[in-house]
């Protein structure tokens, strides 16, 4: 355990002296796996699925607010779609429009969710977000996942159906606009994951404020069976198909996941809690006070030993 401790000095002391580098190093990264994921999901529009083209875009938005990236995606989500079918563009458009004005209105500092839960279904770990997002974050924080939650299904319906789409003739635009806004609006998976990951999210939120010991691990598990809970029930009621293995798994990486962030964020030695009472004229007051697990890192110091010189004696006789 210490050392973990030590390491993670480390690795806290490292990220403060090079912030200044390495928040444009982690929007690049983050503005390019998002780019690269759109690409390669709904890459219709050719001139955009470019590498040359992402990497100046993601190089542009390294120096942006994080906000910048979620409109940048957002615009090559709309283009593509332009390129496959205008009636795809301006549902989508009017989708993030919405979703914007409710993101900027209940959780504007949540971008790193929206932007991350579309990477995190790729991978197979949506559950990450719901579980860290009640741990740090709020309930308003249900907004800002759902947002996310609707921009991946969103993609995935547009990719599924582009053949029905493209061949619809270009007369039959109101046919086209039902059958795009009925697929997104009858899709009960959408519906039941914005479900469970907003439970999730509360339930976390609850637990992880109560004053008990391991109140985060307590919350972390609690939130856990309570999203495979209702992603399970869910599926049984409206028949979702979801994969019960990809669940599971996905679940337990999670957990593993944000036990880390917790080791950096929230660390407490409950071995020695304090139970302090005091009073003023008014009110009583009981605290309890659980100390942080901290360990500054070794300081190594070098020690210099100068052994003087002699000096070389004799003198010179002069002839």
Do not use: C
């Given at each position: 355990m210490t050392t973990l401790l030590v390491a993670k000095q480390y690795i806290k002391n490292f990220i403060n002296k090079y912030e200044v580098y390495l928040k444009p190093l982690m929007k690049l990264t983050l503005?390019?796996?998002?780019?690269?994921?759109?690409?390669?999901?709904i890459g219709y529009m050719h001139r955009l699925d470019n590498l040359s083209i992402v990497l100046i875009i993601a190089l542009m938005c390294s120096f942006m607010p994080m906000n910048f990236i979620a409109f940048v995606a957002a615009g090559f989500i709309i283009l593509h779609f332009y390129a496959l079918s205008l009636e795809c563009a301006a549902v989508?458009?009017?989708l993030f429009l919405v979703m914007f004005l409710l993101y900027f209105r209940f959780s504007p500092k949540d971008?790193?969710?929206?932007v991350l839960l579309p990477i995190c279904f790729?991978?197979?770990?949506?559950?990450?977000?719901?579980?860290?997002?009640?741990?740090l974050g709020t309930p308003a924080s249900v907004v800002s996942t759902g947002c996310g939650v609707m921009v991946n299904y969103l993609v995935n319906y547009m990719s599924d159906n582009a053949t029905a789409i493209s061949a619809m003739g270009e007369e039959e635009i109101t046919t086209k606009l039902r059958y795009i806004i009925d697929g997104l609006m009858?899709?009960?998976?959408?519906?039941?994951?914005?479900?469970?990951f907003a439970i999730t999210i509360?339930?976390?939120?609850?637990?992880?404020?109560?004053?008990?010991?391991?109140?985060?691990?307590?919350?972390?598990?609690?939130?856990?069976?309570?999203n495979v809970v209702v992603l399970l029930v869910g599926d049984l009621m409206f028949d979702t198909n979801v994969s019960i293995v990809g669940i599971f798994v996905g679940t337990?990486?999670?957990?593993?996941?944000?036990?880390?962030?917790?080791?950096?964020?929230?660390?407490?030695?409950?071995?020695?809690?304090?139970?302090?009472?005091?009073?003023?004229?008014?009110?009583?007051?009981?605290?309890?006070?659980?100390?942080?697990?901290?360990?500054a890192a070794p300081s190594k110091t070098v020690k210099r030993i100068?052994?003087?010189?002699r000096k070389s004696g004799g003198s010179q006789s002069r002839h």
């Open positions: 503005a390019l796996a998002s780019l690269m994921m759109i690409n390669s999901k989508a458009l009017v971008t790193l969710v929206v790729v991978l197979k770990i949506p559950y990450v977000i719901p579980l860290a997002m009640g741990l009858d899709n009960r998976e959408m519906l039941l994951t914005i479900a469970a509360i339930v976390v939120y609850i637990i992880r404020r109560l004053s008990v010991d391991h109140a985060w691990t307590i919350a972390m598990i609690g939130g856990a069976i309570v337990i990486i999670s957990l593993l996941i944000v036990k880390v962030l917790e080791f950096f964020v929230f660390h407490l030695d409950y071995n020695r809690v304090e139970k302090v009472q005091f009073e003023d004229d008014e009110y009583y007051y009981y605290v309890k006070a659980v100390p942080k697990i901290t360990m100068n052994t003087p010189r």
